[in-house]
C-alpha cells in the first residue's frame, strides 16, 4: 500500500512540525492541514 496524502487535523505547532517532519523524512505527497487557528504554525 503506498500513501500519497495526508491530513493533519490541527493546524497548531504540532501539526506544523508533523508536516515539516514528514517532508523532512521525504514525503512528496498532499499534505493538508485542517485547524480553526487564526495564525499559520
Not at 500500500?1 to 497548531?12: K, P
Request: aromatic content about 2%; glycine content about 18%.
Amino acid at each position: 500500500m503506498s500513501v500519497n496524502s495526508v491530513v493533519i487535523i490541527g493546524a497548531g505547532q504540532s501539526g506544523g512540525r508533523a508536516a515539516a517532519l514528514l517532508r523532512q523524512e521525504g514525503f512528496e505527497g498532499t499534505i493538508t492541514l485542517i485547524g480553526a487557528e487564526e495564525h499559520p504554525p
